[in-house]
């Protein structure tokens, strides 16, 4: 069964940079045809697709986050991180990590909650 766990700091300041991690078990993140998204959730609000990097290293953004936002991946790690600058109050949200397949696969972290406050 593959697992998804993020980690990340919590709480960031306005202006700063936000660092999740997104560690996977149970299952290589370079098994062909696998995407692995960040996924938030706004308070109060529906759930945005930020961005995926695929199984063979592409990587994919909303366009509006593009701008801001980072998507990588350690192969040796099995991780998946995102870096997002010029962090903003209304980026607080729960950040999901998921991974998706064309088979429908689709599997979930349980989500960290980032919140944007001096």
């Known amino acids: 069964q593959v697992q998804l766990q993020e980690s990340g700091p919590g709480l960031v300041k306005p202006s700063q940079t936000l660092s999740l991690t997104c560690t996977v078990s149970?299952?290589?993140?370079?098994?062909?045809?696998?995407?692995w998204s960040w996924i938030r959730q706004p308070p109060g609000k529906g759930r945005e697709w930020m961005g995926a990097?695929?199984?063979?290293?592409?990587?994919y953004y909303s366009e509006s986050l593009k701008s801001r936002a980072s998507i990588s991946r350690d192969n040796a790690k099995n991780t998946v991180y995102l870096q997002m600058n010029s962090l903003k109050p209304e980026d607080t949200a729960v950040y999901y990590c998921?991974?998706?397949?064309?088979?429908?696969?689709?599997?979930w972290g349980q989500g960290t909650q980032v919140t944007v406050s001096s």
């Open positions: 998921n991974g998706q397949s064309y088979g429908g696969y689709d599997y």
């Open positions: 149970g299952g290589s993140i370079t098994t062909s045809h696998f995407y």
């Open positions: 990097i695929a199984y063979d290293g592409d990587t």
